[in-house]
T-cell receptor, first 113, second 111 residues
Framework: EAGVAQSPRYKIIEKRQSVAFWCNPISGHATLYWYQQILGQGPKLLIQFQNNGVVDDSQLPKDRFSAERLKGVDSTLKIQPAKLEDSAVYLC???????????FGDGTRLSIL | GDSVTQMEGPVTLSEEAFLTINCTYTATGYPSLFWYVQYPGEGLQLLLKATKADDKGSNKGFEATYRKETTSFHLEKGSVQVSDSAVYFCALNTGFQKLVFGTGTRLLVSP
């Protein structure tokens, strides 16, 4: 079974620029999650999708972050404009259903200069 | 709100030593509890879980018991290996299926 795929693995941008991350979940997984993991901290949930609908985006900074999951499969997370404090690893996870274990991708490491 | 507290690392051990990583939690309701492991440059992998009080999760020689009376879920392994070096995260999952993670504990095992 192929795992959760994320790209790019690394991204370096300057503050105020825009950036987008892509996630392809495990085939058949209805639930998709985006987490932000700041260095030295545990992952923090940004947004949770059930198919192509948003279940929880209470911790997503909506003034600069956006995410979509068109057709209920792949998902993109965008930051526009980026701030220095957005430097982190962005993890995507998926599960067959919201009450099943989450499977994580390897993440995208974002550095803001 | 719900939270997880882990012991600070790094935890430094010699190969074959006994491992304990402490984890306590605060939650309303009856959460499920998890341990995830993160190897360098990789995402998180589920190590073990327990869904109710007194359950014991186990995998790859690691164990943790859900203790409701002490709100704890300590991770243990009888004999660690160099390959166990990683960051370990304790997490809880409330009825809304949202994972709340601790800050992680880095384990370093030397030969």
């Amino acid at each position: 079974e192929a795992g959760v795929a994320q790209s790019p693995r690394y991204k370096i941008i300057e503050k105020r620029q825009s950036v987008a991350f892509w996630c392809n979940p495990i085939s058949g997984h209805a639930t998709l999650y985006w987490y932000q993991q700041i260095l030295g901290q545990g992952p923090k949930l940004l947004i949770q999708f059930q198919n192509n609908g948003v279940v929880d985006d209470s911790q997503l900074p909506k003034d600069r972050f956006s995410a979509e999951r068109l057709k209920g499969v792949d998902s993109t997370l965008k930051i526009q404009p980026a701030k220095l404090e957005d430097s982190a690893v962005y993890l995507c996870a998926s599960s067959f259903h919201s009450n099943q274990p989450q499977h994580f991708g390897d993440g995208t490491r974002l550095s803001i200069l | 709100g719900d939270s997880v507290t882990q012991m600070e690392g790094p935890v430094t051990l010699s190969e074959e030593a006994f491992l304990t990583i402490n984890c306590t939690y605060t939650a309303t309701g009856y959460p499920s509890l998890f341990w995830y492991v993160q190897y360098p440059g990789e995402g998180l992998q589920l190590l073990l879980k327990a869904t109710k009080a007194d359950d014991k999760g186990s995998n790859k020689g690691f164990e943790a018991t859900y203790r409701k009376e002490t709100t704890s879920f300590h991770l243990e392994k009888g004999s660690v290996q160099v390959s166990d070096s990683a960051v370990y995260f304790c997490a809880l999952n409330t009825g809304f299926q949202k994972l709340v993670f601790g800050t992680g504990t880095r384990l370093l095992v030397s030969p």
